[in-house]
């Protein structure tokens, strides 16, 4: 016998809670670990320990299942029954019901003041006014499993705006020296096709007459 049913069983009938109060039925997901005398679980119905570690569940394909963070530790092996309600009867017994069709049951009946509790060491137990009359020996001394952690959404690195490139470096201006002959419309004309751009030359070179050039002159050519 567990320590939470021992821990029960010295308490006084007076003291233990919940049972012929008239509780209302546990149904859809109610959650809570105790099932006492007229209560029951339909399909979807889940207790769950105090602790938050254990669930017992009635399938939608008919088994009920304890199970420690979802990985199954017992069962009624009961799927592919249609199951529709796992109820705690006022005559004793804890019963799996398809309709009006028993189809597993604990066999306690004529236990008074029953109850049955998901406990935090893993034990499923039927308990009645003279002690445990049912378990599912699923106790347990090791700690229970931690709960799943939670994963946290991270928010994707803002993507970096590339750095745009720096311009390119201006072209290396060109020189030409006169010769006898040269006027700056025809050097002009001679490296942009257009004798009449010769004012561009004479404002690189520094000229103020662009009449007035001379042989062996070395002039900007931008």
Same mark, same amino acid.
């Given at each position: 016998?567990?320590?939470? %049913? ?6 006084? #009938? ?8 008239? =509780? &209302? ?27 938050? !570690? ?10 009920? $299942?304890?199970?420690?963070?979802? /990985? ?13 309600? %796992?109820? $705690? ?8 019901? /398809? %309709? +009006? ?18 406990? +935090?060491?893993? #034990?499923?137990?039927?308990?009645? %006014? ?8 699923? =106790?347990?001394?090791?700690? &229970?499993?931690?709960?799943? /952690? $939670? !994963?946290? =959404?991270?928010?994707?690195?803002? !993507? =970096?705006? @590339?750095? @745009?490139?720096?311009? @390119? &470096? ?11 002959? +040269? ?12 004798? #009449? ?11 103020? #007459? ?13």
């Amino acid at each position: 016998m567990g320590q939470y %049913a021992r821990r029960w069983l010295c308490q006084s #009938n007076d003291a233990r809670p919940g049972i012929g109060r008239g =509780e &209302p039925e546990k149904k859809g997901n109610d959650v809570g670990d105790t099932l006492t005398a007229g209560q029951k679980l339909v399909k979807g119905g889940s207790l769950t320990s105090n602790n938050g !570690a254990y669930t017992l569940t009635l399938q939608d394909d008919g088994n009920l $299942v304890l199970a420690a963070r979802g /990985e199954a530790v017992w069962s009624t092996s009961t799927n592919g029954k249609n199951v529709v309600r %796992a109820e $705690v009867q006022s005559d004793g017994n804890f019963v799996l019901y /398809e %309709a +009006d069709k028993p189809v597993w049951h604990t066999d306690t009946k004529g236990k008074k003041n029953v109850k049955l509790v998901l406990q +935090d060491d893993r #034990n499923l137990v039927l308990y009645a %006014a003279d002690g445990v009359a049912w378990s599912s020996k699923t =106790e347990t001394d090791a700690p &229970p499993p931690p709960a799943p /952690e $939670v !994963a946290t =959404e991270v928010a994707p690195a803002a !993507a =970096e705006e @590339p750095i @745009p490139a720096p311009p @390119p &470096p201006p072209p290396a201006a060109r020189t030409y020296t006169v010769v006898s002959g +040269d006027t700056l419309f025809a050097i002009a004309q001679r490296f942009y096709g257009d004798g #009449n751009k010769y004012p561009q030359i004479a404002a690189a070179s520094n000229i103020s #007459n662009p009449d007035l050039i001379h042989p062996g002159q070395v002039l900007t050519i931008p």
